[in-house]
């Protein structure tokens, strides 16, 4: 990323670091040695209190005072000579004595144009001054201790730049070092506290494609840990408000289309029926205006034939508005399914009986061989239906031979009947569309048996409605309808 926040948090915190650095190097270049000078003066003074106590509790030329003297010298790194009235020197460390007497004398006689007052009391002068011979610059402290003796303390300014150029020079070395190490620890701190953040990054990233699969791993409390508990939370419950709303967008499409499928239906059935009930009412209207104009009226024969056609094409009317009123309520379901265990031998071998008189008087040969009893699951009373349509459907189409056969397969978890009627085959263009309403294949036969072209439309919806298998396929010399339940 070009502004990741890792590298804005490592350029940061280096710059930061480096900035401390360069500060500290500074204030050492310009403070350091004035530092270095105010502790010198410090140790100084303390020197000279230390000596003029000193020199009140023991004798100048007396061990114990040399032995503290040297002590302080060593200490503070400093000179020290302390002269009588008469300038003999009672004591003295680490000096060239004549040199520093000689100049202590002159400080007392003369003024030093080449020294600097730094301090100056009753008792003592603290001062830097330039040696005129060898331009050496001491911090130099001179003056009378309180037993009159005459004193002077001085440190060389040489060591002290010295020492500050060391200083200087160490803390540049050590603080490249410190930066270097500290920006590879920046990099390393700053890539450890900004994973989880880009991770979290990459997982709303990832949300924002609805995608909710990745998930924050919470390690810790602290606030970015609870942020990714809260996310992970926010992903479930945006994954789940989404889901349902797919669910309610899905369902609110299939409702579209029921309504565009039930408008369909409506327009369909509405112009089926015009179409079916036309023919059925013409001949009704037709035949009763003859009666009412007294046709015939002294042909007892014919006025019968008037009459009969009037109530057969009146129970052709009946009929057909009944199927069409159980398919209208099959297809929306207001039927309820009661599913229950029934012997389907028994159901099958009654309904044939019932029909024997029909079966004699259209010289149909029925051939079921089904004795032994079958149980399945689905509804009785909608089984039977499918099974009369099929029955009532090979009766009308039964040709040459004259036979219904009635066969039951066994299959694995189904329980499969056969109705097969010897005749012509349906068409191949024609066998997925049998099922639709009022569809038919030879509509003067049906014409002639009084068909509606709803049967099989009936059966349809009742396989759909307990969601099993149905069909139809064409034998060598007939057709066979089947359909499944379950066993």
């Known amino acids: 990323m070009k502004h990741s926040i890792r590298k804005q948090f490592s350029v940061i915190f280096i710059l930061i670091m480096m900035a401390t650095v360069l500060m500290t190097i500074a204030m050492n270049i310009l403070f350091l040695r004035n530092f270095h000078v105010q502790i010198k003066q410090r140790d100084i003074m303390n020197a000279y209190l230390q000596i003029n106590n000193l020199s009140k509790m023991h004798s100048l030329t007396s061990k114990p005072f040399q032995d503290e003297m040297l002590d302080l010298c060593e200490k503070y790194s400093i000179n020290i000579i302390i002269m009588d009235n008469n300038s003999q020197i009672l004591a003295s460390v680490r000096g060239e004595d004549e040199a520093i007497k000689e100049e202590l004398v002159e400080y007392f006689f003369y003024d030093n144009p080449n020294a600097d007052v730094v301090e100056e009391s009753e008792h003592y002068v603290l001062q830097v001054a330039t040696d005129e011979v060898t331009q050496n610059i001491y911090l130099e402290m001179w003056g009378t201790l309180d037993n009159g003796y ?39 701190v700053t890539n450890r506290i900004t994973k989880p953040i880009r991770k979290l990054t990459e997982i709303s990233e990832r949300m924002t494609n609805l995608d909710f699969e990745a998930k924050y791993e919470v390690k810790g409390d602290n606030e970015v840990d609870r942020l990714g508990m809260h996310m992970n939370q926010m992903s479930n419950k945006l994954e789940h408000t989404i889901s349902e709303l797919k669910t309610a967008n899905n369902e609110l499409k299939k409702d579209i289309e029921k309504k565009e499928q039930i408008d369909e239906m409506r327009r369909d059935f509405l112009a089926n029926v015009s179409h079916e009930l036309k023919t059925p009412i013409a001949l009704i209207q037709g035949y009763a205006e003859g009666l009412k104009m007294g046709i015939n009226d002294e042909d007892t024969a014919s006025r019968d034939f008037y009459c009969e056609v009037i109530m057969d094409e009146a129970n052709k009317m009946n009929d057909m508005v009944k199927k069409l009123l159980s398919l209208n309520e099959l297809e929306f379901g207001n039927i309820p399914v009661q599913m229950e265990r029934f012997n389907i031998t028994e159901l099958i071998q009654n309904y044939l009986q019932s029909m024997e008189l029909l079966f004699h008087q259209n010289e149909i040969k029925v051939e079921c061989n089904i004795d032994e009893p079958v149980y399945v699951w689905a509804d009785e009373i909608q089984i039977e239906e499918v099974f009369r349509n099929y029955i009532t459907n090979a009766m009308n189409h039964a040709d040459g031979e004259r036979v219904i056969r009635i066969t039951l397969e066994k299959m694995e978890d189904v329980i499969r009947i056969n109705v097969f009627n010897t005749g012509k085959n349906i068409p191949e263009e024609s066998l997925e569309h049998i099922w639709d309403k009022f569809y038919k294949v030879d509509k003067a036969r049906t014409r002639e048996y009084g068909g509606s072209g709803v049967g099989l439309s009936i059966v349809k919806a009742v396989m759909e409605g307990i969601n099993q298998k149905y069909g139809v396929r064409n034998e060598e010399n007939g057709v066979t309808f089947w359909f499944e339940v379950s066993c």
């Open 150 to 188: 005459q004193f002077l303390i001085r440190s060389s300014m040489e060591s002290i730049v010295n020492s500050v150029n060391i200083s200087n020079k160490f803390w540049f070395f050590a603080a490249s070092i410190s930066a270097l190490a500290g920006g590879i620890m920046v990099i390393y």
